[in-house]
């Protein structure tokens, strides 16, 4: 076990990751925003220039300030306020530099891409229902000219694009013009999420899956009826949806891999386990990435000692199961007590005793 960081004196984002939102606001992580893309050089003009400069500088410094004051993606979602050195570098791959004063590249080397915010979904812990999820008002979609000029002059040389993001991929107006783009400049890996709801042709799915290396799908249960309630479509599409992408893959794309993202919820919790062992044994997973949910602190599992409890077992009996070397798990952290201990339930057991 290496050295445990504050996630300050850790996170390497800001070092290689370019996001860029449906409007083109431009930052390091969900939601954290340095300026807007109005011309495509301002991406590079963001990407050395002051603001982002000065996000770097604070981190190296330790400092919670700006957008990493309030940090969404390590410390809520991923409940990571303190890092390994074991774990540098898995989140995201973005180890930050040895010399953090180093000269950035030119250019980022991984960009993640909200092509959409529109979605056919409102799911319960990312959408108003009252709000349409289609409405472009509201949720806008990327225009067209704008993913083809991040195409022109970056995707050909990232290490890794990320597609997606607020939105659904599959609502994209120009879906089939953005596979085109992506096809031809194609980065070395492309990772799209997906709630994988949609009757895909198998034709359609091909296409997709040909400018894709891992495609996750977004399921946060295991049981068709909280399915329902979550995501609020019946779970058999989704497996239609599976059994066309495996063929596919089977036959054609031996390197294409799929996984599964689970947002934890007080509504979900006690289903996390067995969502794991059905992910790997009965739907052929290759990653699974667990997150906090964020902006619900009503579901949030981290806030009180009772559901600390419910998460904490859960976690042991994951890290407890063989899991195959070659499955990537993306999975926060224990919940801990004040005194930075991992919390046990009230017989004072260790959470390696608990049973199910
Ligand atoms: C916003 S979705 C967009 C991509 C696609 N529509 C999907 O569902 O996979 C991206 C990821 O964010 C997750 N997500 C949605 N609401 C969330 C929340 N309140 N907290 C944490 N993650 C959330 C989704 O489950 C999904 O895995
Ligand atoms: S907000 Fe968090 S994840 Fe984003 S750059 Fe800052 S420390 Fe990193
Ligand atoms: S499918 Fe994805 S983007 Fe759409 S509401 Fe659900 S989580 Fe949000």
Request: glycine share 6%.
């Amino acid at each position: 076990m290496g050295r445990k960081k504050h996630y300050l004196e850790y996170c390497g984002l800001p070092w290689h990751i370019a996001m860029i939102d449906s409007t083109g606001l431009f930052g390091p992580c969900c939601g954290k925003f340095i300026g807007k893309i109005k011309l495509i050089r301002d991406v590079q003009n963001f990407w050395n220039g002051k603001e982002y400069r000065k996000v770097r500088k604070n981190l190296i410094k330790g400092k919670s300030k700006g957008i990493c004051a309030d940090c969404i993606y390590l410390k809520v979602m991923l409940n990571k306020e303190y890092l390994d050195e074991d774990e540098v570098g898995k989140i995201w791959g973005c180890p930050r530099p040895q010399n953090p004063a180093v000269q950035v590249e030119q250019k980022p080397k991984y960009m993640a891409v909200n092509f959409t915010s529109r979605c056919n979904l409102s799911c319960f812990m990312c959408r108003d229902p009252k709000t349409n999820p289609l409405d472009e008002r509201n949720f806008p979609e990327m225009p067209f000219e704008l993913i083809q000029a991040l195409a022109v002059n970056y995707f050909r040389d990232l290490e890794s694009l990320i597609t997606a993001g607020s939105g659904e991929i599959f609502v994209h107006r120009n879906l089939l013009k953005i596979i085109d783009i992506i096809q031809q400049y194609r980065p070395k890996l492309v990772t799209t999420s997906t709630n994988g709801s949609f009757n895909v042709s198998e034709d359609l799915w091909r296409r997709f899956i040909s400018v894709n290396d891992l495609l996750m799908f977004s399921v946060d249960s295991v049981s068709e009826e909280l399915h329902k309630e979550i995501r609020g479509f019946d779970m058999k599409k989704l497996f239609r949806n599976l059994d066309i992408v495996n063929k596919i893959r089977d036959n054609e794309f031996p390197n294409f891999k799929y996984g599964f993202s689970y947002v934890i919820m007080k509504k979900n919790v006690h289903e996390m386990f067995d969502f794991v062992r059905k992910a790997i044994d009965e739907w052929g997973a290759s990653q699974i990435n667990f997150m906090h949910v964020h902006g619900h602190d009503d579901e949030s599992v981290l806030l009180e000692k009772e559901w600390q409890l419910k998460y904490n077992k859960q976690l042991t009996l994951i890290k407890d199961y063989d899991i195959d070397k070659d499955i990537v798990m993306e999975i926060p952290d224990f919940a801990y007590d004040a005194d930075g201990n991992v919390l046990t339930d009230k017989n004072n057991r260790t959470i390696n005793s608990v049973e199910r």
